[in-house]
């Protein structure tokens, strides 16, 4: 897989996606992460790639020219499967578009800067524009941080453990059961019989049981979801 991202401020994205699962991932040669500085592709001696907005709303918006001209570089020497952009607006991003997105070869991911980004862009070049939830951030580098690491980490290899990707909260719908590790008692606070039973049908049943009580309790939408 490769994810090229393309943002106004690459130093936000820099440390995130090179530390742990990431970067061994590109270690192992399963993903290449990109970063593009879309000052690179402005054409005047500042750098410039904002401007005033038509229509005198406050703020400032990211021009069209420099975010077509990369785009545009980049799909010359590939094809992409998904242009992305993080918008308030876009889908809501859960587990299910994650797994989605995993089983495909290029992304590009378009971080939004300012009031957003000239809404030609959006309406001739995006073709998923995705939401990490109802509120606003300064920028979508930390989205992109937050899709590229849910992505890369189910590519079958990205983690040691496979199965432990697969039993992830939301990969059913349901939150994950608690889990402990020893002392198997500490300050009077001891562990669920069942899990140091050895009888792995009645772990499993127990684990079961605890991942439908808890998305019940704490998250009843999920199972709405079904």
Not at 19 to 36: C, Y
Not at 67 to 94: N, Q
Not at 103 to 121: E, F, W
Request: one cysteine or more; proline letters at 5%.
């Amino acid at each position: 897989m490769r994810i090229d991202i393309l943002t106004v401020v690459p130093e936000l994205l820099a440390s995130p996606l090179n530390e742990s699962i990431l970067k061994r991932a590109q270690e192992k040669g399963l993903v290449e992460i990109h970063i593009h500085n879309i000052r690179d592709y402005t054409e005047d001696k500042h750098r410039t790639t904002d401007d005033y907005p038509f229509g005198g709303e406050a703020g400032m918006v990211m021009k069209i020219e420099p975010i077509y001209r990369c785009i545009e570089a980049l799909k010359a020497e590939r094809e992409y499967d998904e242009v992305i952009y993080t918008s308030p607006d876009g889908i809501r991003y859960d587990q299910h578009e994650a797994n989605r997105l995993s089983t495909l070869d290029n992304l590009i991911i378009l971080c939004g800067h300012y009031k957003g980004i000239d809404y030609r862009i959006r309406e001739h070049l995006v073709t998923r524009e995705i939401s990490i939830g109802d509120y606003v951030l300064t920028g979508g580098e930390l989205a992109a941080c937050i899709i590229a690491d849910s992505v890369i980490r189910i590519i079958p290899g990205a983690i040691g453990d496979e199965a432990s990707a697969l039993t992830d909260c939301f990969q059913d719908n349901l939150l994950a059961p608690p889990v402990y590790t020893r002392p198997a008692e500490f300050n009077g606070w001891k562990v669920p019989d069942v899990l140091l039973s050895g009888n792995f049908a009645r772990i499993d049943r127990w684990k079961e049981e605890q991942a439908w009580e808890r998305t019940k309790r704490l998250r009843p939408d999920l199972l709405k979801e079904e």
